[in-house]
């Protein structure tokens, strides 16, 4: 778990970093299929919501890690749970940094029809979805069948 959340999170960083020092703020550069490279700042959580979230942001943030961490710790034997908690951190502390350190989010690839995210954007989401999967009964470890 820890593991791939600091591979979520160094990618993450890195790419953002790039990206702030190779793209102007506010210009695209084409890559394949209509989806641009973009540098824009997000103030808000996704699609620019709670722009004004502010400390209510980092509070949330921080709940909710809390939250994932102590699920994981009381149940690490979880199928899959340690890939969810992963991508979720991984993704959370990065962006959580990035409105520590800039009071905005950094998103840089934008697809046509859809507003532009980042890397932490994107582990956050499977990270979500996993969760989903996990809470469905997916991710429930097989147990053997009680002796008749």
């Given at each position: 778990?820890?593991?791939l959340?600091?591979?979520?999170?160094?990618?993450?960083?890195?790419?953002?970093?790039?990206?702030?020092g190779?793209?102007?703020?506010?210009?695209?550069?084409d890559?394949?299929?209509?989806?641009?490279?973009?540098?824009?700042r997000?103030?808000?959580?996704?699609?620019?919501?709670?722009?004004?979230g502010?400390g209510?942001?980092?509070?949330?943030?921080?709940?909710?890690?809390?939250?994932?961490i102590a699920?994981?710790?009381?149940?690490?034997?979880?199928?899959?749970?340690?890939?969810?908690?992963?991508?979720?951190?991984?993704?959370a502390?990065?962006?959580?940094?990035?409105?520590?350190?800039?009071?905005?989010?950094?998103?840089?690839?934008?697809?046509?029809?859809?507003?532009?995210?980042?890397?932490?954007?994107?582990?956050?989401?499977?990270?979500?979805?996993?969760?989903?999967?996990?809470a469905?009964?997916g991710?429930?470890?097989?147990?053997?069948?009680?002796d008749p």
């Open positions: 778990m820890a593991t959340a600091a591979v979520v999170l160094v990618l993450d960083q890195a790419t953002k970093a790039l990206v702030r190779s793209v102007g703020r506010g210009e695209r550069v890559v394949a299929l209509g989806i641009e490279i973009v540098n824009v997000n103030p808000g959580i996704a699609f620019g919501l709670l722009q004004d502010g209510l942001l980092l509070a949330v943030t921080a709940a909710t890690l809390a939250v994932l699920w994981f710790a009381a149940d690490p034997a979880r199928s899959g749970l340690w890939i969810a908690v992963g991508l979720l951190t991984g993704g502390v990065g962006n959580l940094l990035d409105r520590l350190r800039e009071g905005e989010v950094t998103d840089f690839i934008d697809p046509p029809l859809w507003p532009a995210f980042n890397l932490a954007d994107i582990a956050i989401t499977f990270g979500v979805l996993t969760v989903v999967l996990i469905l009964g991710g429930e470890e097989a147990r053997p069948a009680a």
